[in-house]
């Protein structure tokens, strides 16, 4: 017999002691979701998510990356002689009045150093060491020398008149000529493959280019007129 009117129908075999019950098979895509097509219970499994592919380990260490760069825990320790190859070019300084200058009358120093960043080799590999001046050294070759913490500037930009006293100035208490040796004194820092960078102990001094400088006497007298109108006067 069929019992209810449900979808899909059900029917029923009713004996004295017991009843069999069945769904149509007929009408297999109607099954409720826990049966097969026989009707009979079929077992819930749990889904079970996709496992992502694996993926080969690779050592970014190799003969092109050796693993002293590479290997945790070693940290790298850069030190002034590891940069010894990086070297900054020599600036170009000036002095004024010029190649000479008179006694007891300042003397004007000024350093053209400035930041400059040297690419080369560090530890086998690319790398950039960046140089900034934090001193400014003159030996004016009269035993006597200084060390400034700014370049110094021409007389005309610091609105000083000429032979005026600046920050960078000497003054010469002789005449002859004397042989004067600027230094610069510089902080330098590291980097790889245009990382941050990463300060190097201490600070490097280099020398520069020596030169001569002349240094005169000049004496007031009184005179009648120029070297023209009085050849044979006092300095003509």
């Known amino acids: 017999m069929t019992v209810g009117a449900c ?36 077992t ?11 993926i080969p380990w690779t050592d970014i260490c190799g003969p092109t990356n050796p693993n002293d760069l590479c290997e945790p825990g070693t940290p790298i320790v850069i030190t002034l002689n590891d940069i010894a190859s990086f070297r900054p070019v020599t600036p170009v300084d000036l002095t004024e009045p010029g190649a000479w200058g008179l006694m007891n009358r300042p003397v ?8 400059q960043i040297i690419a080369g080799s560090l530890v086998d590999h690319p790398a950039d060491v960046r ?10 070759g009269d035993g006597t020398s200084d060390t400034f913490t700014t370049p110094g500037a021409t007389w005309e930009q610091l609105g000083v008149a000429e032979f005026g006293e600046t920050d960078t100035s000497h003054v010469y208490d ?6 004067v040796t600027p230094s610069v004194v510089y902080r330098a820092e590291y980097r790889f493959n ?14 520069g280019t020596p030169r001569d400088i002349l240094i005169g006497r000049i004496d007031t007298v009184l005179v009648k007129g120029d070297c023209n109108q009085y050849p044979g006067g006092p300095g003509c």
């Open 194 to 207: 245009g990382s941050s960078w990463a300060p190097i102990a201490g600070t490097l001094t280099l020398r």
């Open 44 to 54: 819930a499994v749990e889904p079970v998510a996709d496992e992502p592919p694996a």
């Open 108 to 115: 004007n120093f000024v350093s053209g150093a400035t930041t």
């Open 174 to 179: 002789s005449r002859g000529t004397f042989t």
């Open 131 to 140: 140089f900034t001046p934090v001193g400014y050294g003159w030996d004016f």
């Open 7 to 42: 979808k899909p129908p059900i029917n029923a075999d009713l004996g004295d002691d017991e009843a069999v019950i069945s769904y149509n098979d007929t009408l297999a895509g109607l099954q409720p979701p826990d049966r097969d097509d026989t009707g009979s219970a079929r």
